[in-house]
């Protein structure tokens, strides 16, 4: 079985991939952790890195997982560049469980977070070229069930990134936010939060031509992937105030709108 946690498209794709090298099936890691995996005999996890670390929802859901401390055990990051302690963080939690990691990886791919400092993700593209042999390589590995660790270790800067006092002045860089006056009330934000942190409501007194029930919402339990920034058809969703640049929405290429759709 392959877990993954993906905003934009690039995990679910490696997770896609991946399968179809192994055998495996995919599930999200929402749908995991209500599931007995305990008969699984392989067991792995595909999700980014932000800020250095493994996303919040991650490390939340992880230790919900019902794995069998047999299984053999993979993590694989897709990132912009760095994984930082996202991996080492969750092989921590995996061995409060009785969970030994068998294998750990990352695979570059463009970074989504890139679009909320004025850069086009979608410029990195060359990196969908130069990891496909790296996939090839992680495939291999697990069908041969290896044990081989890399960029596992613990870092410096995954640390400083999760200090609180750190994150109080990084978290805000990457908030989305919903520009009432661009949002038509077409829900897609609603459909590929995969937090359900987003919500229909009444718009607020200063858009008197809106239609009531037209304006998202977002709540409080965003983990920062993206997802509605990128997929929104208005770029209605902005980071930090900034103007949403329709040429810098991203999602993976062999990812579509409806793969991202939650029921």
Known sequence: ?????????????????????????????????????????????????????????????????????????FIVVPCGAQTGNSIWNISRILKSKGISLDYCHKVRVPDCSAIGFGRNPNDQQWKFAKYAS?????????????????????????????????????LPLLQPEVNTDKCIGCETCVRVCPQKNIVMTDPPAHTPTATPHT???????????????????QQAIEINGKPTNKQHQYHHPLIRLKDMLRD
């Open 1 to 73: 079985m392959i877990i993954y946690f993906s905003g934009t498209g690039n995990c679910l794709s490696i997770a896609r991939q991946l399968s179809e090298k192994t055998g495996q099936s995919i599930m999200s890691i929402y749908e995991a952790a209500q599931t007995d995996l305990t008969q699984e005999e392989i067991v792995g996890l595909v999700y980014p890195s932000y800020y250095f670390n493994p996303p919040a929802v991650v490390s939340e859901l992880v230790p919900h997982l019902s794995i069998s401390p047999n299984a053999y055990t």
């Open 215 to 233: 304006t998202a919402q977002i709540g409080n339990r965003c983990v920062q992937c993206l997802s509605c920034v990128h997929f929104c058809p």
């Open 134 to 170: 790296r996939v090839e390589t992680i495939a291999s590995d697990i069908n041969a069930r290896r044990r081989r660790h890399h960029y596992g270790s613990w870092g410096p800067a995954g640390w400083i990134c999760a200090l609180p006092a750190v994150k109080r002045k990084t």
